[in-house]
């Protein structure tokens, strides 16, 4: 009976543990992001969400395209579409959510939470930017076609 490393089954099939790991951070990025444009769509409404964007001194009409952004980039993200891209405009999206809880302190526990946890997903996400997507990914599918 012969048997195979997993070292050289990954290298049989091309997926290596890049490819892996970058398809959890895709997964868990793409559904945060999902799940906070749905919050925005759904919960808080567009308007409660431009209503509080407008209490923070931001244009309440940003609350359509960061909706937008957020559904369309967690979406991209699972599916692995412009990776790089999607993931450091992303990145961005998250860096000026922290700005409103920088004054709140650094745990998400705080009162108007504090700048923990958006800071966490910005660097997570400039990270997969960085990474890229891997081979599991819709992008990469296409290109082998």
Do not use: C
Request: hydrophobic share 55%; net charge neutral; proline share 3%.
């Amino acid at each position: 009976m012969q048997t195979t490393s997993s070292a050289e089954a990954s290298a049989s099939t091309g997926i290596a543990g890049h490819d892996i790991a970058t398809l959890l951070l895709r997964l868990a990025l793409g559904t945060m992001f999902i799940a906070h444009g749905l919050t925005k769509l759904l919960v808080w409404t567009l308007a409660g969400t431009g209503a509080f964007f407008a209490s923070i001194g931001l244009p309440a009409w940003m609350a359509w395209p960061i909706t937008g952004l957020e559904l369309v980039g967690g979406a991209l993200l699972i599916l692995g579409v412009r990776v790089r891209w999607v993931a450091l405009i992303l990145a961005f999206e998250l860096i000026g959510a922290s700005v409103p809880h920088l004054a709140n302190g650094w745990m998400f526990t705080a009162p108007d939470g504090g700048w923990e946890y958006p800071v966490f997903l910005a660097v997570t996400a400039l990270a997969l930017s960085l990474l890229d997507g891997g081979r599991l990914t819709l992008s990469h599918l296409v290109k082998q076609r």
